[in-house]
């Protein structure tokens, strides 16, 4: 299949990307008004308002249908129609930029290295058909995320399991699918490495190829599960009543029998891709690392900042999302994410007042913007700021780290006390 598709012209590949491109918008857009806890009836795919008139079939063409729906404006507002046909729109542009930037320009690569001489190398170009893969579908299931969590301030699970588990599949099949790295770290490019778990400082693999590494594997994928669980611990009535009531949490809703089979299920094929080794192993426990890190750092923010608030700091959806996000870019691009994402929000936060006058912020489409961000500067975000600095602080960056959270929740609680004292 991959060499058939290189068979095709460049300009044959960028109308199929474009048509997939506005097909995934008409899938993102389904997701977005039918995923959501308040579901309207916009979508062409899903059952009409009862006070609107019969659909046609033509409504459920991408982008030309939401010009015949216009006739719903009584029923869904005035311009209901335009957002998601841009969405349409934006997506069959920038798949196929996606792809022009990926994989013909070598925009991952450090500018040295884009010449024709070292993109036309075969291995460059299988490894960048399939970055491209992961972060085109990554970038469908952002925009599906980003516009629920800003229409009602929650990414639903529906859209960040299967987009985790399809990010640890693409791990299982090849380390081949992360983004490329320049070596020397922080001098003139020379060669190419990939941004694997174990980069910037690249120490010996030998025992994650043991039973440690399947071990801390397995935990990471129970950690992610347990996340997913209903574990609230309620300590008003003593320890054992609170033991008691996180048991039967667990199992309240019906769903836990399937998140029990999908923990059991990923046991097994986490410990069968154990087995095979190599790259299978190396990509899926990149993967792994990624997921732990990009959903552990926005948890241990999570937990720190709503003690210290007195109040939830942010929903669980952006635990899950930077989990997913982290899964299919790499635990280095999950962290370089995180804090781009601050600038990307300065921008977003006044535009989405002066549109809409809403002053509550989700975080979730500003993690979104800072992955996306990664990915766009790859080069000039990783091999020219991110891993030189990360390489020289090695393992003091985790106390520092720990530092800036405990720092952070000092800081809210103080601020907590003051609006107390002059707002009560």
């Given at each position: 299949m991959f060499d058939f598709w290189l068979t095709l012209s460049l300009n044959l590949r960028l109308a199929l990307l474009a048509i997939f491109g506005l097909l995934s918008g008409a899938l993102a857009n389904h997701v977005i008004y039918t995923w959501c806890w308040f579901a309207r009836p916009i979508s062409p795919w899903a059952p009409p308002s009862p006070k609107a008139a019969k659909r046609l079939a033509s409504d459920r063409i991408?982008?030309?249908?939401?010009?015949?729906?216009?006739?719903?404006?009584?029923?869904?507002?005035?311009?209901?129609?335009?957002?998601?046909?841009?969405i349409e729109i934006g997506l069959a542009i920038a798949i196929p930029a996606l792809y022009m930037f990926e994989t013909q320009n070598g925009?991952?690569?450090?500018?040295?290295?884009?010449?024709?001489?070292?993109?036309?190398?075969?291995?460059?170009?299988?490894?960048?058909?399939?970055?491209?893969?992961?972060?085109?579908?990554?970038?469908?299931?952002?925009?599906?995320?980003?516009?629920?969590?800003?229409?009602?301030?929650?990414?639903?699970?529906?859209?960040?399991?299967?987009?985790?588990?399809?990010?640890?599949?693409?791990?299982a099949i090849s380390d081949w699918g992360f983004m490329p790295i320049s070596l020397p770290i922080g001098g003139p490019a020379i060669e190419l490495a990939r941004?694997?778990?174990?980069?910037p400082?690249?120490?010996?693999?030998?025992?994650?190829?043991?039973?440690?590494?399947?071990?801390?594997?397995?935990?990471?994928?129970?950690?992610?599960c347990f996340a997913l669980a209903d574990r609230r611990l309620i300590l008003r009535k003593g320890v054992g009543k609170a033991i008691e009531f996180f048991?039967?949490?667990?199992?309240?809703?019906?769903?836990?029998?399937?998140l029990l089979a999908i923990w059991v299920t990923g046991l097994v094929a986490i410990s069968i891709v154990f087995q095979l080794g190599g790259a299978h192993w190396h990509g899926l426990f990149t993967s792994l690392v990624?997921?732990?890190?990009?959903?552990?750092?926005?948890?241990?923010?999570?937990?720190?900042?709503?003690?210290?608030?007195?109040?939830?700091?942010?929903?669980?959806?952006?635990?899950?999302l930077m989990a997913m996000i982290g899964a299919f870019l790499g635990w280095q691009a999950a962290v370089a994410a995180f804090f781009l994402s601050p600038f990307a929000a300065i921008v977003i936060v006044v535009f989405q007042?002066?549109?809409?006058?809403?002053?509550?912020?989700?975080?979730?489409p500003y993690l979104c913007a800072g992955a996306a961000m990664t990915v766009i500067g790859w080069d000039r975000v990783m091999n020219q700021w991110f891993l030189p600095n990360l390489s020289i602080l090695g393992g003091f960056i985790l106390w520092l780290c720990l530092a800036m959270l405990g720092l952070m929740g000092i800081m809210l609680f103080v601020w907590r006390q003051i609006k107390q004292r002059l707002f009560a």
């Amino acid at each position: 299949m991959f060499d058939f598709w290189l068979t095709l012209s460049l300009n044959l590949r960028l109308a199929l990307l474009a048509i997939f491109g506005l097909l995934s918008g008409a899938l993102a857009n389904h997701v977005i008004y039918t995923w959501c806890w308040f579901a309207r009836p916009i979508s062409p795919w899903a059952p009409p308002s009862p006070k609107a008139a019969k659909r046609l079939a033509s409504d459920r063409i991408p982008l030309v249908g939401w010009l015949s729906l216009r006739r719903e404006a009584a029923v869904h507002g005035r311009g209901f129609w335009i957002r998601p046909m841009l969405i349409e729109i934006g997506l069959a542009i920038a798949i196929p930029a996606l792809y022009m930037f990926e994989t013909q320009n070598g925009g991952l690569l450090a500018e040295s290295l884009r010449v024709p001489q070292v993109l036309s190398m075969p291995w460059l170009i299988t490894s960048g058909h399939r970055v491209f893969l992961g972060h085109a579908v990554l970038l469908v299931l952002m925009v599906a995320a980003t516009f629920i969590d800003f229409d009602e301030q929650t990414i639903p699970d529906e859209i960040t399991i299967p987009g985790t588990l399809f990010a640890l599949l693409l791990g299982a099949i090849s380390d081949w699918g992360f983004m490329p790295i320049s070596l020397p770290i922080g001098g003139p490019a020379i060669e190419l490495a990939r941004a694997t778990f174990e980069a910037p400082w690249f120490p010996a693999l030998g025992k994650w190829w043991t039973p440690t590494g399947l071990l801390t594997g397995l935990a990471i994928w129970s950690g992610w599960c347990f996340a997913l669980a209903d574990r609230r611990l309620i300590l008003r009535k003593g320890v054992g009543k609170a033991i008691e009531f996180f048991l039967a949490g667990l199992v309240r809703h019906s769903t836990w029998k399937l998140l029990l089979a999908i923990w059991v299920t990923g046991l097994v094929a986490i410990s069968i891709v154990f087995q095979l080794g190599g790259a299978h192993w190396h990509g899926l426990f990149t993967s792994l690392v990624g997921l732990a890190v990009g959903g552990g750092v926005i948890w241990a923010i999570r937990i720190i900042a709503s003690s210290a608030m007195g109040m939830e700091a942010m929903g669980f959806g952006d635990v899950t999302l930077m989990a997913m996000i982290g899964a299919f870019l790499g635990w280095q691009a999950a962290v370089a994410a995180f804090f781009l994402s601050p600038f990307a929000a300065i921008v977003i936060v006044v535009f989405q007042f002066v549109i809409t006058r809403e002053p509550r912020v989700p975080f979730g489409p500003y993690l979104c913007a800072g992955a996306a961000m990664t990915v766009i500067g790859w080069d000039r975000v990783m091999n020219q700021w991110f891993l030189p600095n990360l390489s020289i602080l090695g393992g003091f960056i985790l106390w520092l780290c720990l530092a800036m959270l405990g720092l952070m929740g000092i800081m809210l609680f103080v601020w907590r006390q003051i609006k107390q004292r002059l707002f009560a």
